[in-house]
Structures are given as C-alpha cells and as structure tokens.
Nanobody
Framework: QVQLVESGGGLVQAGDSLTLSCAASVWGAWTMAWFRQAPGKEREFVAGIGWIGGITEYSDSVRGRFTMTRENAKKTVLLQMNGLKPEDTAVYYC?????????????????WGQGTQVTVSS
C-alpha cells in the first residue's frame, strides 16, 4: 500500500520561507509531485521530480521561488518555498506515480497524501 504523509505547513507572512516534507512508503522508480488547491479553485500542479535523472519541473507561478528535492535515504521529497506570497495560500498535496517523467495533470497520479495547509498573510 502506498502511503504519502505531508508535513511542514503553517501560517507565515508574505516574504517568508517554508519547507514542506512528504514521507513516502515507496521509493525508487516513482515520480513525485506537489499540487495545491486554494479555496474555490481547482487543484493545480506546483512542482515535480522524475525518477529518471531527477529532472524537476515547476509551474510558472513558483519557478524561481520553490525548489523540489529528493532525500533518498529518508524516502522523502521536500518543497522549499521562498518568497511566499498570499496567492500561495492553499492546501498542498504530495502525489506519486510510476510514470517515469513529471506530468502536470493530477489524473496521472494515483496516489495522494492527505494535504498540509499553507497560509500566507499579507
């Protein structure tokens, strides 16, 4: 059974930094991604890292501010978020797929964590 557990969310001020973690029960040939969903909006892709070559991809709205990495020894992926903005406020979800490359559509990911809330005040 695939389990993904997110942590690290919280309430911060605009301009602050926050790091989200996702601990996975599976590792290796799995592409991992972060999505987010703000109130009243659809869930959107934030960042992903493929298991072949560790290639990362980011949405235009976070590129240059967010960094996604893998910690193989801990079976964990991290999302380092810098320069947070109020529009980054959302529930952030970790997702996993056996596909070899990052996909930006949530339907490509069969496994999801429970989500962690990130709130950025202005």
């Amino acid at each position: 059974q695939v389990q993904l557990v997110e942590s690290g969310g919280g309430l911060v001020q605009a301009g602050d930094s926050l790091t989200l973690s996702c601990a996975a029960s599976v590792w290796g040939a799995w592409t991992m991604a972060w999505f987010r969903q703000a109130p009243g909006k659809e869930r959107e892709f934030v960042a992903g890292i493929g298991w072949i070559g560790g290639i990362t991809e980011y949405s235009d709205s976070v590129r240059g501010r967010f960094t996604m990495t893998r910690e193989n020894a801990k079976k964990t992926v991290l999302l380092q978020m810098n320069g947070l903005k109020p529009e980054d406020t959302a529930v952030y979800y970790c997702a996993a797929t056996r596909r070899s490359s990052v996909h930006k559509t949530d339907s490509e990911y069969p496994y999801w964590g429970q989500g962690t809330q990130v709130t950025v005040s202005s």
